[in-house]
C-alpha cells in the first residue's frame, strides 16, 4: 500500500485524497448551483450549414460550481479532434471562463479553418465534465438544400 503514497506522504493512501480535495472544493460551494453537476447551457453555430472551404466556429458554453476541477473539451466521432484532425483543420479554441453567482461560465470554440462536406457527417460533441458529472451536447448541422432539379427539355416534336 505504501506504492499509492507520494515519498514523505505518512496519512492516508493518496488513492483518498482527490475525494477528499472535491468534497472539500464541493462544499465550498454555496447558492443555487451547490453540488449541481455542470452542465451545458447552448452550442452557438451558423444557422446554415458552411460552405465547403470556409472558416466556421462553433461555441459550447457551460455552467459548473468548481470551475478548478472542470473540464470542457471537443471530440469528434468520440476521439479528441487533434487526434481526428491531426492537420490542424479542425482544432479547440482556449477555455474561457466568466464568473456568473457561485459559479462560472465556460465557454471553448470549435475552429475549422477549412470547412469540408465530411464535416458535416462527423459526430462533434461537447463535453463538460467535473467530479460531480458530465453533460454532453452533439452538434447538429441543419440538412444541406437538395440540388434543384434538372430542367426537362421540351422537345420540339
Known amino acids: 500500500m505504501d506504492r499509492l ?6 496519512g492516508p493512501p493518496a ?4 475525494p477528499l480535495l472535491c468534497c472539500a ?11 449541481k453537476p455542470p452542465s451545458i447551457t ?18 459550447c458554453e457551460a455552467v459548473s460550481c468548481l470551475p478548478e476541477l472542470t473540464l470542457l473539451y471537443w471530440l469528434g466521432n468520440g476521439s479528441f479532434v487533434e487526434k481526428l484532425h491531426p492537420d490542424g483543420v479542425v482544432s479547440e479554441g482556449t477555455v474561457l471562463e466568466e464568473p456568473q ?3 462560472v461560465v465556460l465557454r471553448r470554440d470549435l475552429h475549422f ?3 469540408g462536406a465530411q464535416h458535416l457527417y462527423t459526430n462533434f460533441t461537447c463535453v463538460v465534465l467535473s467530479p460531480l458529472g458530465v453533460d454532453t451536447r452533439e452538434v447538429r448541422w441543419p440538412p444541406p438544400a437538395p440540388a434543384p432539379a434538372p ?7
Open 113 to 115: 479553418s477549412s470547412f
Open 42 to 59: 447552448g452550442l452557438r453555430m451558423p444557422a446554415e450549414p458552411p460552405h465547403p472551404g470556409k472558416r466556421v466556429m462553433v461555441s
Open 5 to 10: 503514497r507520494p515519498a514523505g506522504m505518512s
Open 151 to 157: 430542367a426537362e427539355s421540351g422537345g420540339l416534336g
Open 15 to 18: 488513492r483518498l485524497l482527490l
Open 25 to 35: 472544493l464541493a462544499a465550498r460551494c454555496t447558492g443555487a448551483m451547490a453540488l
Open 101 to 103: 453567482g457561485s459559479g
